[in-house]
């Protein structure tokens, strides 16, 4: 406290009122956009986790196969379960793949070879692929098999498959007999078939 001269008189003056008054610790503030930054951050982080736990997981070659339901692109529903007692050939395939549109012609006339037996069935399972567009890729190659899209990649999913192709030969008892990761030719995939039908 001190004293300030006025008309001759000693007034007390506080000091504390000529002093700035003492800084209020800030806080921090977040808009909107900060925070949808770090909710899109967390979200790519979770997908990429996603996609990396998936290469961390290969792909059954052998074991029980996975089991699946598929609705064919011409209406016909199934579960590979139904299929049990025939070798069955599942090619993960896509219209915009370019490994895909070099082995279709093999794979369309390995089916040929192979499908007036009762034991034999194609199927072909279109990976994130558009519906018309795969329905061309179809009709392009000429293809005859039994052919559906994998809705939400769950298929896919379920055989850990990294890209396309991929194709997967499942023996008579259900079991995952071969994987084959692309590069199908004729003769080899003929080989391979028939070493699974001869499979006790």
Known sequence: MSEETTMGQSLPVNETENQPAEAQPS????????IMLIIGSLSVAGVFGLAL?????????SGAAPEFSLTTFDGQS?????????VVMINF???????????????????????????????GIAYADNGPRSLDFIKQYGITYLN???L??????SY?????PESFIIDRKGNVFEFIYAGITQSALSAT???????E
Do not use: H, M
């Open 148 to 150: 559906g899209p994998d």
């Open 152 to 157: 939400g990649t769950r298929i896919s999913e």
């Open 27 to 34: 806080r921090p503030r977040f808009g909107l956009g900060s």
């Open 193 to 199: 078939i028939d070493r699974a039908l001869v499979k």
């Open 160 to 164: 850990n498959i990294q890209g396309v």
């Open 53 to 61: 736990a998936r290469q961390n997981k290969a792909q059954p070659t």
């Open 93 to 123: 395939w896509a219209s915009w793949c370019g490994p895909c549109k070099e082995e279709a012609p093999a794979l369309q006339a390995t089916w040929d070879a192979y499908k007036s037996r009762k034991d034999v069935v194609f199927i």
């Open 78 to 86: 199934f579960k590979l379960s139904d299929l049990r007692g025939k």
